[in-house]
C-alpha cells in the first residue's frame, strides 16, 4: 500500500487510527499493540502476502537470536559461545539479504569471468527487506552488548513492522521505540501531535507527488530510453533526478514522521536541507540521517576499533570501507560500489582537508558540495556503468553538441562568445518547460524552510490550516497515476 494513493489517506489510515484509540480509551492496551501489528502485517500484505512468511520467520529468528545473547549469563548449559551466537545471527541476516538481493548479480560476474553460461534465478526482492533487516541487524548489536531490557514479542515485531517505516525507514533503534509503545500517556488522543502530523505528512505527499513526480518522465527518458544525448539534455536529466530522489525520499520520511506522530509515536527525521551543505562530511550528516548514525555505529566504529592502534589515517580507511559497504547495500551493481567509493574518496579528502585547516568561501564550498552529490547520483540512478557514462559524456561535451540543432551546435569551448547566451535562450524556451522547471525546484530547494522547521515552528492558527489545505487539496487531486517511491528498490 501506497501513502500516496486514496485507500491509505481515506481508508486504512482513518480506520487504523479510530480503531487503536477506541481500544485505548477502553484500556486494551494489548489489544491496542496487537491492532497495531495487525495493522501494520496487512499494510505490508497489500503489495504481495507471499513474503509474509519471510518476514514473520525472520522477526522470529532475530527475537530468538536477541533473548539467548541477553539470557546468555543466566543460562548455565551454554554449549556454544556468546560471540559465536551473535555472529551466527548476523551471518544468517546476511546470507538472507543476499541471496534476495545480491545473487543475479553474482551470478552475472561469475559469467563475466569464467566464460559461463549459467541462468539468472531472477528472484523478486521483496519490499522492505533492506530496512527490516538493517534495522534487526542493529537489534542484534544491542542485545550483545547489553544494551536492551525491554523483550517483548508482541513489541518487538510492532517495532519490527510498524507500517511507518517498514518499506523505506527511517531505520529505528531498538532502545528508543521500546519505550514508546508502552507509555501510557501515548495511548490518549494528542490533538497537537495529530495537527502536526497531518501538517508534516501533506508536505510529504506535496513533495512526492507535486515535485518528485514531476521529474519522473525526464529521468527515464535520460537515463532509460534516449540512446543518446545533448548536452543540455544531460545537465536536465542529472538534475532533475538530483531533486526526484530527495523529494521522492525525504517526502516519503516526512510522511513516516507524520503518520507516527498521528500515532504518538515519534520516528527520527532523516533529511535537514542536505542540499545546503557546504561540504560531504555535512552532506551526510543531513542526508539519510538515519542511515548515517547507522553506518557511523554500526559500521565505521566496530572497523576502527578492530585496528590495534587507532590513528588518523586508519579512520580514513574506515571511513572509506563503511561508505563502500554502504554503496553495496543500497544495490547489486558495480555503480553501486563506484557510487560509495566516490563517497568514501570524497569524505576522505573533506576529513583530510579539515586536518589541514584548509578553508574556502562557503558560495563556493556549498556548489562544489551540490556539483559532487549531482555527479555520483548519475551512478546511483543509472542501471549500469555504461548507462552512467551517456549522461555524463553528454554533460561535458564529450562526442555530444550543447544544442540537438546542428545549426545551433556549440561545444563549451564556445561560451566566451556573447552571442551564444541568445542561443541558448532561444533552445531553452523552445523546450517543454522542464528546464524552467528545474530551475524554480532548485532555487526553492535553497531557499525554502525544510520539514523539521516547519514542524518545530507550527502552531494550529488559520494561515497554516489555510496552507494545508491547499497542499492537501492540491497533492490529493493529483494522485491520479500512483507512482511508487524510488527506494522501494532498495
Not at 73 to 86: G, L, W
Not at 339 to 365: D, Q
Not at 372 to 391: D, H, T
Request: glycine fraction near 6%.
Amino acid at each position: 500500500m501506497l501513502f500516496n494513493s486514496y485507500e491509505f489517506i481515506f481508508l486504512f489510515l482513518p480506520v487504523t487510527l479510530a480503531v487503536f484509540y477506541l481500544l485505548n480509551r477502553w484500556r486494551l492496551t494489548l489489544a491496542s499493540n496487537a491492532w497495531m501489528l495487525f495493522a501494520s502485517l496487512f499494510f505490508y500484505c497489500w503489495w504481495d502476502i507471499r513474503y509474509l512468511p519471510l518476514l514473520l520467520a525472520s522477526i522470529l529468528f532475530n527475537y530468538t537470536i536477541g533473548n539467548l545473547l541477553v539470557d546468555y549469563d543466566s543460562n548455565r548449559k551454554n554449549k556454544v559461545s556468546r560471540k559465536s551466537i551473535f555472529i551466527t545471527g548476523i551471518i544468517c541476516n546476511l546470507i538472507l539479504l543476499g541471496i534476495f538481493k545480491y545473487t543475479d548479480f553474482a551470478i552475472t560476474n561469475i559469467n563475466a569471468i569464467a566464460d559461463t553460461k549459467l541462468e539468472l534465478l531472477k528472484i523478486v526482492l521483496p519490499l522492505g527487506i533492506s530496512f527490516f533487516t538493517i534495522t534487526q541487524i542493529a537489534f542484534l548489536v544491542d542485545c550483545y552488548e547489553g544494551l536492551v531490557k525491554e523483550r517483548k514479542l508482541l513489541n518487538y515485531s510492532l517495532f519490527v513492522t510498524f507500517f511507518p517505516h517498514l518499506l523505506a525507514g527511517p531505520i529505528l533503534h531498538h532502545k528508543e521505540m521500546m519505550p514508546q509503545f508502552d507509555r501510557t500517556r501515548n495511548k490518549v488522543i494528542n490533538y497537537r501531535n495529530l495537527c502536526i502530523g497531518s501538517y508534516v505528512f501533506f508536505i510529504g505527499l506535496f513533495k512526492k507527488i507535486i515535485i518528485a513526480d514531476s521529474f519522473s518522465k525526464v529521468v527515464a527518458n535520460g537515463f532509460d530510453t534516449a540512446k543518446s544525448l545533448n548536452g543540455i539534455e544531460g545537465w536536465v536529466a542529472s538534475l532533475s533526478y538530483t531533486l526526484q530522489l530527495y523529494y521522492d525520499f525525504s517526502g516519503y520520511s516526512d510522511m513516516a514522521v507524520g503518520v507516527g506522530l498521528m500515532f504518538n509515536i515519534v520516528l527520527p527525521w532523516n533529511f535537514n536541507s542536505p542540499y545546503k551543505s557546504t561540504n560531504v562530511i555535512q552532506f551526510w550528516q543531513r542526508w539519510h540521517m538515519t542511515l548515517s548514525s547507522f553506518i557511523t555505529t554500526y559500521l565505521y566504529s566496530p572497523i576502527l576499533r578492530a585496528s590495534k592502534s587507532i590513528t588518523f589515517a586508519r579512520s580514513l580507511v574506515a571511513i572509506f570501507i563503511a561508505m563502500l559497504i554502504s554503496g553495496i547495500w543500497h544495490g547489486a551493481g558495480w555503480n553501486f560500489v563506484l557510487w560509495g567509493s566516490l563517497h568514501g574518496g570524497a569524505l576522505v579528502i573533506n576529513h583530510y582537508w579539515r586536518k589541514k585547516k584548509l578553508k574556502m568561501p562557503t558560495a563556493l564550498a556549498c556548489f562544489i558540495t551540490f556539483m559532487f552529490v549531482n555527479l555520483s547520483f548519475i551512478f546511483f540512478r543509472a542501471k549500469g556503468i555504461p548507462e552512467a557514462l551517456k549522461v555524463l559524456k553528454a554533460m561535458f561535451g564529450m562526442g555530444s553538441p550543447i544544442f540537438p540543432d546542428a545549426a545551433t551546435s556549440i561545444k563549451l569551448s564556445d561560451f566566451g562568445h556573447s552571442h551564444i547566451w541568445k542561443v541558448i535562450l532561444i533552445n531553452l524556451q523552445g523546450s517543454d518547460g522542464t528546464f524552467w522547471r528545474l530551475l524554480a525546484f532548485l532555487i526553492f530547494t535553497f531557499v525554502a524552510k525544510n520539514s523539521i522547521q516547519l514542524a518545530d515552528s507550527f502552531k494550529p492558527d488559520w494561515k497554516r490550516f489555510v496552507f494545508l489545505l491547499v497542499i492537501a487539496m492540491y497533492a490529493i487531486l493529483n494522485m491520479g497515476k500512483v507512482s511508487e517511491f524510488l527506494y522501494f528498490q532498495f
